[in-house]
């Protein structure tokens, strides 16, 4: 079924004090997208950053969300951290009430939380961990949506819990033929005009094509590409000229799930 209205949503904020990643400055990106998923300190992000993150996104009307990572400053939380699933989510709770914060402080609510890297990879075949997270929203933000992949633990577990839920297509990453995200450190310069098709596509078919060159079916309402992403600002760009050209109309979570 095709798509009329979808979400973009970006990471934003993955910095730490003078050090940055990527090649576009996050508060040209804000102009851009409707959903931001701020870093939350553990992977990338401190509390400057984080207030000027969310004060920007206030200012474009963006929703808010907390993005919080396994304590991997040094490896971007790209790398696995064993620890017990409520260790876990205590990290997450951690993450999520310090970016609470700094929305409340610029009169915001908590639109979404979405994990960041690894520890999103592991929450979504690790039913305990998943279960534990939902269980945490519904206690603390019930109304706020957790961003996910289709089919993964993490959207049983919301599903079943009663907590709002998001479905995510990547438009700047690899998928194989479970549906799941090829996970990568480093996915280089892509393609933008590329990007644009598989996107529309995506939207318009509900498709898309795997590593090994299957098409698989990819259910969604919201469109994730990242900052850290080379060309980060051509991709965005190029990806709402190609839907605004196909009549889907690009709108913040609320307009969109009911």
């Known amino acids: 079924m095709a798509l009329e209205v979808v979400d973009i949503n970006c990471d934003m904020g993955e910095a730490f004090g003078r050090w940055r990643v990527g090649d576009t400055d996050d508060d040209v990106l804000m102009g851009l997208i409707s959903s931001a998923n701020i870093?939350?300190?553990?992977?990338?992000?401190?509390?400057?950053?984080?207030?000027?993150?969310?004060?920007?996104?206030?200012?474009?009307?963006?929703?808010?969300?907390?993005?919080?990572?396994?304590?991997d400053l040094q490896g971007f939380g790209r790398r696995k951290i064993n620890g017990t699933a409520r260790e876990l989510v205590n990290d997450v709770v951690y993450q999520?009430?310090?970016?609470?914060?700094?929305?409340?402080?610029h009169g915001a609510r908590l639109q979404h939380v979405k994990p960041h890297g690894a520890l999103y990879m592991e929450m979504a075949v690790n039913p305990d961990l998943a279960q534990i997270f939902v269980q945490y929203m519904r206690t603390v933000a019930p109304n706020s949506y957790v961003l996910c992949m289709a089919g993964s633990a993490t959207e049983r577990a919301a599903i079943e819990a009663g907590q709002p839920v998001v479905r995510e297509f990547y438009a700047d990453r690899d998928y194989d033929e479970s549906g799941s995200i090829v996970f990568t450190r480093d996915v280089g310069r892509p393609d933008a005009a590329a990007i644009a098709r598989k996107v529309v596509r995506a939207c318009t078919h509900?498709?898309?094509?795997?590593?090994?060159?299957?098409?698989?079916?990819?259910?969604?309402?919201?469109?994730?590409?990242?900052?850290?992403?080379?060309?980060?600002?051509?991709?965005?760009?190029?990806?709402?000229?190609?839907?605004?050209?196909?009549?889907?109309?690009?709108?913040?979570?609320?307009?969109?799930?009911?």
Do not use: W
Request: hydrophobic share 40%; glycine share 12%; with cysteine.
């Open 96 to 105: 999520v009430g310090a970016l609470r914060e700094f929305a409340r402080r």
């Open 206 to 258: 509900g498709t898309v094509t795997t590593v090994t060159g299957k098409d698989i079916d990819i259910p969604f309402e919201s469109i994730c590409f990242h900052s850290d992403t080379l060309g980060a600002l051509d991709i965005v760009r190029q990806m709402r000229e190609a839907l605004v050209a196909e009549g889907i109309r690009i709108a913040p979570l609320s307009e969109i799930i009911m």
């Open 39 to 71: 870093a939350t300190g553990f992977h990338a992000g401190d509390p400057n950053l984080m207030d000027h993150t969310v004060r920007t996104a206030v200012q474009h009307g963006v929703g808010i969300g907390a993005h919080p990572g396994y304590d």
